[in-house]
């Protein structure tokens, strides 16, 4: 197998981890889904977990959630070891976990909701990331209205509502269509870089972890492991247009591919 040489294998200079991943080992039953796992996420800036599916990616993310015990090791968010779920990250599932029985609204304010907030607080909160995620208008309409993206939607504008510094995105896009997943794509990055919060992406798209992220960490699987850290750098901050033309953009997609082909059966 051909390995990839990082790009550039530091985290930049001046970022700090938001969350540390160290140590982490995962057996289920006769399983092993992540064997002495590390991995630092920096503070405003947005991770990819890319690998193949059943290299543990969603593991690693429950894990973090707090909603999964590790066999071994340990996550730290900002310096504080996580013992279970907590109002610091949110989980933005795979299959959307939305309210059927309400509306748009109801479900981006539904996080702040169960935390207390007052009515007119939490609808203004939730009317500004409703904004954000691009469904003003949809206010109204209850989930069963709306296409796969829009739930998708509406589930980061409930994470981002509660103001957690950690997002947990678990495959957002792969329900959606090819252009409603790049739409979304662009969306991200703007978020990225408005909210300045730590989002950890898991995708199994090459070419959607080289377009939004700042870091792409490249996972084998049997048991899973991280093989490479990437970092894109000369299209980050650059019109979204361009970067899919862009040389170091498919430069990093082509040596990404050379790495996982071996692992496609
Ligand atoms: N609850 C579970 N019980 C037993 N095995 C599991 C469970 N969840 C996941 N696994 C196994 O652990 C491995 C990693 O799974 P997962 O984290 O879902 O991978 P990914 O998200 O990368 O597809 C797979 O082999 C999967 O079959
Ligand atoms: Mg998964």
């Given at each position: 197998?051909s390995?990839?040489?990082?790009?550039?294998?530091?985290?930049?200079?001046?970022?700090?981890?938001?969350?540390?991943?160290?140590?982490?080992?995962?057996t289920?039953?006769?399983v092993?889904?992540l064997?002495?796992?590390?991995?630092?996420?920096?503070?405003?800036?947005?991770?990819?977990?890319?690998?193949p599916s059943?290299?543990?990616?969603?593991?690693?993310?429950?894990?973090i959630?707090?909603l999964?015990?590790?066999s071994?090791?340990?996550?730290?968010?900002?310096?504080?070891?996580?013992?279970?779920?907590?109002?610091?990250?949110?989980?933005?599932?795979?299959?959307?976990?939305?309210?059927?029985?309400?509306?748009?609204?109801?479900?981006?304010?539904?996080?702040l909701e169960?935390?207390?907030?007052a009515?007119?607080?939490?609808?203004?909160?939730?009317?500004?990331?409703?904004?954000?995620?691009?469904?003003?208008?949809?206010?109204?309409?209850?989930?069963h209205?709306?296409s796969?993206?829009?739930?998708?939607?509406?589930?980061?504008?409930?994470?981002?509502?509660?103001?957690?510094?950690v997002?947990?995105?678990?495959?957002p896009?792969?329900?959606?269509?090819?252009?409603?997943?790049?739409?979304?794509?662009?969306?991200?990055?703007?978020?990225?870089?408005?909210?300045?919060?730590?989002?950890?992406?898991v995708t199994?798209?090459?070419e959607?972890?080289?377009?939004?992220?700042?870091?792409?960490?490249?996972?084998?699987?049997?048991?899973?492991?991280?093989?490479?850290?990437?970092?894109p750098s000369?299209?980050?901050?650059?019109?979204?247009?361009?970067?899919?033309?862009?040389?170091?953009?498919?430069?990093?997609?082509?040596?990404?591919?050379a790495?996982?082909?071996?692992?496609?059966?």
């Amino acid at each position: 197998m051909s390995q990839i040489k990082p790009v550039v294998p530091e985290p930049a200079a001046g970022t700090s981890s938001a969350v540390s991943v160290r140590g982490v080992s995962k057996t289920y039953q006769d399983v092993e889904a992540l064997r002495n796992m590390s991995l630092e996420f920096p503070r405003g800036e947005l991770t990819s977990l890319l690998g193949p599916s059943g290299c543990g990616k969603t593991t690693l993310l429950k894990i973090i959630a707090g909603l999964l015990e590790p066999s071994a090791g340990e996550v730290e968010v900002d310096g504080r070891k996580v013992t279970g779920p907590g109002p610091d990250r949110a989980f933005v599932f795979q299959d959307f976990a939305l309210l059927p029985w309400a509306n748009v609204l109801r479900n981006v304010a539904f996080g702040l909701e169960l935390r207390g907030v007052a009515r007119s607080e939490r609808e203004s909160i939730a009317e500004r990331y409703i904004s954000q995620v691009g469904l003003s208008g949809f206010e109204k309409k209850y989930p069963h209205q709306l296409s796969g993206g829009m739930r998708q939607r509406v589930g980061l504008a409930r994470a981002l509502s509660v103001d957690a510094q950690v997002l947990l995105l678990d495959e957002p896009f792969s329900a959606v269509d090819e252009q409603t997943r790049r739409k979304f794509q662009e969306d991200l990055l703007a978020l990225v870089r408005h909210e300045r919060k730590t989002f950890i992406f898991v995708t199994h798209s090459i070419e959607e972890a080289v377009y939004v992220s700042d870091q792409v960490a490249i996972l084998l699987p049997r048991p899973s492991r991280v093989s490479e850290i990437i970092r894109p750098s000369s299209f980050r901050g650059k019109n979204v247009d361009n970067i899919r033309r862009d040389p170091e953009y498919l430069d990093i997609v082509d040596r990404i591919w050379a790495s996982l082909r071996s692992y496609v059966e």
